[in-house]
C-alpha cells in the first residue's frame, strides 16, 4: 500500500537535524517550557505576518482540540467559563467533531450551519440566518468557529462583517490550514492564515501539514489580553507566580520535545507548502486530461486570492457514483483512500440534539456522501500520481 501522507520522506530529508534537536532537549533537561517553546512562538509569529497584518502573538498548546478551549474559555463563553448556558457558538456542520465538541465542552451550545460546495467551507448566507435564528430561540450569539477545511481559508471577507455587525468574535479552526494564506476584500495582499479573526487556532497532529511527533497546537492573536489569559490557562489559570490560580484552567503545555521537533520542520515547511501546491496542480491536471471531470467528478477549487495548505486533496464523486466501490478499486490496487467526513456533526448522536439552521445543512449531507480523499504529501511522485489518477479513473463511472 502506498502511504495516505508519507512522513517517512519528510523525516529522511531531517533525519539528522531531529534527532540532534531532540537529544539537546534531553540533554538540558527543560522538558515543560523549556527555550524551543519560546523559539518556536517567536519563529511562529514571524510566519504568521506579513506587510499587510500586525505580528500576532503566539501561545503553544497540548493540541488543536486544547486550543480552541482555551480560546473559548478566555473569551468566557458557555457556563464552564463564567459565560451562559445559552451562549451560542456557530460551527459548520461539516468538519472535524474537535469544533463543536469543545463548545459543548465548556457549556456553550453549537448551533451547526451548512457549508458551500465549492469551497467546503462555512455558507456566510447560511450563518446570517443561523445568528437571527439563534436570537430568536432565546440563546445568545457569542462567537463564529470558522474552520479553513482540508487547507483553505473560509470566506472571511463575507464572514468577518457578519460577525462584526452580530458582535461576534471570529475564531478560525485552521487546525488543516497553517501555510495557507487568503486575502481580504478590500485588500491586495495575501495574508497567512493565522492573521485573520479574533484569534486562529492551529494544529501540530502528525498528519496536519505542519506536524510533530505527537500531539501540538497553537493559537495566533493580535489581542494582548486574550494572549495573557491563555499563558495562564494553559497552566491551570496561573496568576503572578504558579501557585496562585485566578482562574480556571488546563495543563494545556507544548512538550518541549514537540517544539524542538517542529522548530526543525519549520525550516523546510515554506518548500513544502510549495511542493503541495505542485502536487495538486498536478493531479488536477492529470484528472481532467483522463476524463474524470467529464465523468463528473469535481476537484478541489481555491477560491481567487486565496493559497491553500493542500491538507487534503479531496474530490466530490458524481450523483449515484458508487464511493464504497471506488475505495474498494483503488484498494485492491494498493491504494488508500479516506472519506473526510462521513457524517456531519448534525447527524452523529453526541450532537443530534444541537440546533441547526432552519433551511437545513443539505449541502454538508450531500459531500458526505460524496467526497474522498486521495493521498497527499509535499513528496507524492508523479509516477505515483498517475497511478492514483488512472486507477481511480477507471473506478468511476
Ligand atoms: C478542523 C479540525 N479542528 C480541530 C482539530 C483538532 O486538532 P487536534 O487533533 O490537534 O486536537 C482537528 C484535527 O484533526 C481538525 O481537523
Not at 37 to 63: Q, R, Y
Not at 170 to 192: P, W
Not at 206 to 212: E, M
Amino acid at each position: 500500500m502506498i502511504p495516505f501522507i508519507d512522513l517517512q520522506a519528510q523525516r529522511q530529508r531531517i533525519a539528522p537535524q531531529i534527532a540532534a534537536a531532540v537529544t539537546r532537549v534531553i540533554e538540558h533537561g527543560g522538558y515543560v517550557l523549556g527555550p524551543e517553546v519560546a523559539e518556536l512562538e517567536s519563529k511562529l509569529s514571524e510566519f504568521v505576518s506579513s506587510e499587510s497584518n500586525t505580528i500576532p502573538h503566539t501561545v503553544t498548546c497540548g493540541s488543536g482540540t486544547e486550543g480552541l478551549s482555551m480560546v473559548l474559555m478566555a473569551w468566557g463563553v458557555g457556563s464552564v467559563s463564567g459565560g451562559s448556558a445559552k451562549d451560542a457558538v456557530f460551527c459548520p456542520a461539516f468538519t472535524f467533531v474537535a469544533t463543536a465538541e469543545v463548545v459543548a465542552l465548556v457549556g456553550a451550545v453549537p448551533f451547526f450551519v451548512d457549508v458551500e460546495e465549492d469551497s467546503f467551507n462555512m455558507s456566510p448566507a447560511s450563518l446570517a440566518a443561523a445568528i437571527i435564528e439563534a436570537k430568536n430561540q432565546g440563546l445568545i450569539p457569542r462567537v463564529v468557529i470558522a474552520v479553513d477545511l482540508f487547507g483553505q481559508a473560509a470566506n472571511y471577507s463575507a464572514i468577518l462583517p457578519i460577525a462584526a455587525e452580530a458582535g461576534l468574535r471570529v475564531l478560525c479552526d485552521a487546525a488543516q490550514a497553517f501555510g495557507g494564506e487568503v486575502t481580504l476584500a478590500g485588500s491586495n495582499h495575501r495574508q497567512k492564515i493565522g492573521s485573520v479573526g479574533h484569534a486562529t487556532v492551529t494544529s501540530f497532529f502528525p498528519a496536519k501539514p505542519l506536524g510533530c511527533y505527537g500531539e501540538g497546537g497553537a493559537i495566533f492573536s493580535c489581542d494582548m489580553d486574550l494572549v495573557v489569559k491563555l499563558k495562564s490557562i494553559r497552566a491551570h489559570g496561573m496568576g503572578e507566580d504558579r501557585y496562585q490560580n485566578i482562574r480556571l484552567g488546563i495543563n494545556g503545555r507544548l512538550e518541549t520535545i514537540q517544539a524542538a521537533i517542529l522548530l526543525q520542520k519549520l525550516t523546510i515547511f515554506a518548500d513544502e507548502i510549495d511542493l503541495r501546491q505542485g502536487v495538486a496542480a498536478h493531479y488536477d491536471r492529470l484528472l481532467s486530461d483522463m476524463g474524470a471531470v467529464a465523468k463528473g467528478v469535481k476537484l478541489p477549487r481555491v477560491a481567487a486570492g486565496n493559497l491553500s495548505a493542500w491538507a487534503q486533496y479531496t474530490v466530490i464523486l458524481p450523483m449515484g457514483c458508487d464511493r464504497a466501490r471506488v475505495i474498494a478499486e483503488l484498494k485492491s490496487a494498493e491504494i488508500p483512500s479516506m472519506v473526510y467526513y462521513p457524517i456531519p456533526l448534525n447527524r452523529q448522536v453526541a450532537y443530534c440534539d444541537f440546533p441547526l439552521v432552519a433551511a437545513g445543512v443539505g449541502v454538508s449531507e450531500s459531500l458526505a456522501e460524496r467526497v474522498l480523499s486521495l493521498p497527499m504529501h509535499p513528496y507524492l511522485a508523479v509516477e505515483t500520481q498517475m497511478r492514483i489518477a488512472e486507477v481511480f479513473c477507471r473506478a468511476i463511472f
